[in-house]
């Protein structure tokens, strides 16, 4: 057998066991840190260029995975929820969901944009890139936007056209001293307009509570990204689509609502409880059908863990 053969086997395995682990809580990681190590493939690459016995590749195969593991434990930088590989920890996964943002995050910058009652529909366009990105509580305003990146160069801009305000939030310039990802941002929403958001986070951890608004389109893509979405379903069609690389993916939809799940994924596992397969990549609640609110979510990943829960 060739190295080839046993290495892509051994890595696919491998993938498959970090999923597992992460999902039950074993380990933690964020995508965006096996990003930063995509160095590790030229190295591994190289190594299956080296004219020697299969043996002796994959000898120098696992050294280099075990020593990039432990070199990453030892001196990686370590930033809340970066850069730190946590074995049996349920506790930090906890303290995630429930800690107060004002006792984990100091945000020093602040941009919002007034509300005006003659806007009936706003479009939220966000292009940030690497960090973690909340958006969970109300606000008065249209929008407002808290972030903690002193170096960072955040551009926000807001068009009214008719009942339609159309925010553009991008991400200009930033800096990322040694490695160490510091790029908490967290957004309010004003809940009485009727969302479309259109959002480009990148290597990022997003953690998106839509329950409390209205949203009619939602299309985030990401690159190695933990996604955690909780929707609402105040409105007779929510429209989600969803595109990412290697990503862990978490939705939660109520179960009032009828939702529908189309999934597009390649080397992924898929979690979908209360759903009925009715097609070769297509799925049902019971009550889709006789529902009047749907939920539609259209999943293109790439090695990914997707769950789909309902509330």
Request: glycine share 6%; proline share 3%; hydrophobic share 40%.
């Amino acid at each position: 057998m060739s190295y080839r053969k046993i290495f892509w086997g051994l890595l696919l395995v491998l993938v498959g066991i970090l999923f597992i682990l992460k999902n039950t809580g074993v380990v933690f990681f964020n995508w965006h840190t096996i990003w930063h190590l995509w160095p590790v493939i030229l190295i591994l690459w190289g190594i299956s260029l080296i004219p020697v016995k299969d043996w002796i590749k994959l000898v120098l195969s696992f050294a280099t995975v075990v020593i990039t593991f432990f070199a990453m434990q030892q001196y990686g930088p370590k930033d809340n929820h970066n850069w730190d590989f946590n074995w049996n920890d349920h506790d930090r996964n906890f303290n995630r969901d429930n800690n107060d943002e004002d006792t984990s995050t100091t945000y020093n910058n602040v941009m919002s944009e007034d509300f005006d009652s003659l806007t009936k529909f706003a479009e939220l366009k966000l292009n940030i890139g690497v960090g973690n990105f909340t958006i969970k509580d109300t606000t008065y305003k249209l929008i407002e936007v808290k972030h903690d990146n002193d170096n960072a160069n955040y551009s926000m801009t807001a068009k009214a056209e008719d009942s339609l305000t159309i925010i553009d939030l991008s991400l200009e310039k930033g800096e990322f001293n040694d490695g160490d990802i510091k790029n908490n941002v967290n957004m309010k929403l004003n809940p009485n307009p009727i969302w479309d958001l259109d959002l480009n986070v990148g290597a990022a951890e997003v953690d998106f509570d839509f329950s409390a608004f209205k949203t009619r389109n939602l299309k985030i893509q990401g690159g190695a990204s933990d996604i955690d979405l909780k929707l609402g379903g105040s409105l007779p069609l929510t429209d989600v689509k969803l595109e990412a690389g290697a990503a862990s993916i978490v939705i939660r939809v109520p179960e009032s609502v009828g939702c529908e799940i189309i999934s597009n994924t390649f080397l992924s596992s898929k979690v979908f409880d209360g759903f009925t397969k009715i097609g070769k990549q297509q799925y049902q609640t019971p009550n889709y059908d006789k529902s009047a609110n749907k939920i539609k979510i259209n999943l293109q990943a790439g090695v990914a863990s997707v769950s789909v829960v309902r509330y």
